[in-house]
Nanobody, 124 residues
Framework: QLQLVESGGGLVQSGGSLRLSCAASGFTLGNYVIGWFRQAPGKERGGVSCIGRNDGTTDYADSVKGRFTISRDNANNTVYLQLNSLKPEDTAVYYC?????????????????WGQGTQVTVSS
């Protein structure tokens, strides 16, 4: 059974950092495009970052460019999202998602497989 599990969320002060992990089980993560999305209370879920399958292609939402970095460790079946210079507006539940469709995209409807999410809260 294909499963994604996020971890690494928490409470951090403005300007701080966190590293989110997306661990896969039941499938080989390296065969999939992986996206990170977030949803704040009362807002739609939106794309944050994604990473391609083999070429390492990445994409970022404008609001996180230069602050967030996505990477993958196929040997450990895990994708990471490094969050630096965090702002209160980054507060949200962060989800990872997987798709066989390529290339990497921040359009959420491309992704059929989703994790349960991890909460990131940034205090001012």
């Amino acid at each position: 059974q294909l499963q994604l599990v996020e971890s690494g969320g928490g409470l951090v002060q403005s300007g701080g950092s966190l590293r989110l992990s997306c661990a896969a089980s039941g499938f080989t993560l390296g065969n999939y495009v992986i996206g990170w999305f977030r949803q704040a209370p009362g807002k739609e879920r939106g794309g944050v970052s994604c990473i391609g399958r083999n070429d390492g292609t990445t994409d970022y939402a404008d609001s996180v460019k230069g602050r967030f970095t996505i990477s993958r460790d196929n040997a450990n079946n895990t994708v990471y999202l490094q969050l630096n210079s965090l702002k209160p507006e980054d507060t949200a539940v962060y989800y990872c998602a997987a798709t066989l469709r390529s290339p990497c995209t921040l359009w959420k409807y491309t992704y059929p497989y989703w994790g349960q999410g991890t909460q990131v809260t940034v205090s001012s």
